[in-house]
């Protein structure tokens, strides 16, 4: 339980920093913020390919993708009566969107201005939704499918995800649509409120209950060779 409740701690630290530096507009943050803003959204507008990847990578971290995906995860979770994870899942994602909404509306940060955007997004800035939402929903993904996929399956995975994760953070500070330390704020933000809620639902202690902790069938070990 240690463990948990150090990395939320540590999370929310690393949140609050952020956030009192700018709400502070402490200027070595901003110089990043705005450096990083130009510099990335004029690459994007001088290469067409890359600027399709990264409306790519933004769709795809999108409330309407993820939001439909974890429906169907957690409709697959009660069908083979895990409730407890189902319940897990739906708390996990929705609570983490609303929970970046609240955040958004006290904090009341505009979103980066540029000349000539490549995209419009409505809103405020502060946390990216899309990187809090990325952090959340890959995380939970291979909570979920973990005790059921093989040891190479899951180094193939956590570095799918995290690639996934860095590419949706990427494309929305190349898009222009949110800063740096936005992203940087999703992406802690996401990390605490995903690792309360495993500590809240004690996923580990349902699994040795169940004998895994999925929706999907554990793989077997193997007592022998």
Known sequence: MKCPLLTTAASTIVFGLLLSLVLGKWTPLLAVDDGARDALHRYTAENPAFATAMKTLSTI????????????VAARLLYRHRPRQAVFVVVT????????VLVKRAVQRARPM???????APGLSFPSGHAQSAVVT????????WP??????????TVAAAAM???IGLSRV?????????VLAGYVLGAAWLVATIAIFDLRRSGSRDGHT?????RRRSTGR
């Open 61 to 72: 971290g999108s409330a309407r993708v993820y939001l439909t995906a974890f429906a169907l």
């Open 174 to 182: 190349a898009l222009a649509v949110h800063y740096v330390s936005d």
């Open 93 to 100: 994602v929705v609570g983490s969107a609303l929970l970046n």
């Open 165 to 167: 994760v860095l590419g």
């Open 114 to 120: 540029v000349s000539d955007p490549l995209i419009t």
């Open 148 to 157: 059921a996929m093989r040891s190479a399956w899951r180094r193939i995975a």
């Open 214 to 218: 999925s929706g999907w069938p554990s």
């Open 138 to 145: 890959y995380a939970t993904l291979l909570v979920v499918f």
